[in-house]
């Protein structure tokens, strides 16, 4: 409730911006299982709840890092498919 003459706050978007970025790579994330072994996705799944526990962490306090963090969490997704294909052989 806010007092008399004051403005109550006005709610930021940026935070449900990068939260639908972070959860919508989990689909990608998951879905690396048809080029990558178990143990792969277990590590790129791992990887995807480590930035999903930061997004819901920055919430409030950086609003504004979610977005950064959702344009970033390609990344490691890509390095780790990448490296895979590159050195373990990891192919559809």
Do not use: N
């Amino acid at each position: 409730m806010t007092r008399p003459g004051r403005r109550p706050r006005a709610v930021e978007p940026w935070p449900f911006v990068g939260m639908i970025g972070v959860v919508a790579m989990f689909f990608p994330y998951a879905a690396s299982g048809l080029v990558a072994p178990w143990w792969g996705v277990a590590l790129l799944v791992t990887v995807w709840l480590v930035l999903f526990v930061l997004a819901c962490r920055w919430w409030t306090p950086h609003p504004k890092r979610l977005v950064v963090l959702a344009a970033l969490s390609p990344v490691p997704l890509f390095a780790v498919v990448a490296a895979g294909g590159a050195w373990w052989g990891w192919s559809a």
